[in-house]
């Protein structure tokens, strides 16, 4: 069966830097796109990032553009989120989800998610 | 403020129907079929619901139904169960350089 599981989540200081991880199995990693969408506590959901499967064009939320980075390593079946200079509005339980459709385009909905990293930006 | 509207509580007995609407823009919902619904239950990861407006994928219920008619898209969930009662969150792909956008999410009480 399919399954996304996050790591990496945390406590950082404004300004300091995490790196969040994806491990994917029960599919076939390097046909499908990845995102992250992030939900602030108590709030709604908002996309932050997606690459597609080959990891050669990649995306930003303007939110985040500069600052996050959004890579992939097709042999490990791993997705990475760089997050850099991280502001308290950063403060979110990050998911990755897997896109919905095979291949290079995305279809901009998301058929499985992990079960989320918390990131806490607070000094 | 979310780029989608969406109203922010609806509730329905069990057995009725409710319908969740989710407006949003000619730069959104008006041009591109890329609309998709989301149930998030209290601690939970999302779970899609309906995608490209009105596909439900397999193993979710007929009783949810996805349509879409100019900016405005709609959530209608038939026979009301009691776990029906999550959050949900509509979402479009957008010509804008945001890519995607969500509705604030509209918590369903099941009373």
């Known amino acids: 069966q399919v399954q996304l599981v996050e790591s990496g989540g945390g406590v950082v200081q404004p300004g300091g830097s995490l790196r969040l991880s994806c491990a994917a199995s029960?599919?076939?990693?390097?046909?499908?796109?990845i995102h992250w969408v992030r939900q602030a506590p108590g709030k709604g959901l908002e996309w932050v990032a997606f690459i597609r499967n080959e990891g050669n064009n990649r995306f930003y939320a303007d939110s985040v553009k500069g600052r996050f980075t959004i890579s992939r390593d097709n042999s490990k079946k791993t997705v990475y989120l760089q997050m850099n200079s991280l502001r308290a509005e950063d403060t979110a339980v990050y998911y990755c989800?897997?896109?919905?459709?095979?291949?290079?385009?995305?279809?901009?909905?998301?058929?499985?998610w992990g079960q989320g990293t918390l990131v806490t930006v607070s000094s | 403020q979310s780029a989608l509207t969406q109203p922010a509580s609806v509730s329905g007995s069990p057995g009725q129907s409710i319908t969740i609407s989710c407006t949003g823009t000619?730069?959104?919902?008006?041009?591109?079929?890329?609309v998709s619904w989301y149930q998030q239950h209290p601690g939970k990861a999302p779970k899609l619901m309906i995608y490209?407006?009105?596909n439900r994928p397999s193993g979710v219920s007929d009783r949810f139904s996805g349509s879409k008619s100019g900016n405005t898209a709609s959530l209608t969930i038939s026979g009301l169960q009691a776990e029906d009662e999550a959050d949900y969150y509509c979402t479009s792909y957008t010509f804008s350089s945001t890519l995607v956008v969500f509705g604030g999410g509209t918590k369903l009480t099941v009373l």
């Open positions: 029960g599919f076939t990693f390097r046909s499908y796109g």
């Open positions: 000619s730069s959104d919902i008006g041009t591109y079929n890329y």
């Open positions: 989800a897997k896109d919905g459709a095979a291949g290079y385009s995305s279809s901009w909905y998301w058929d499985y």
């Open positions: 490209d407006v009105n």
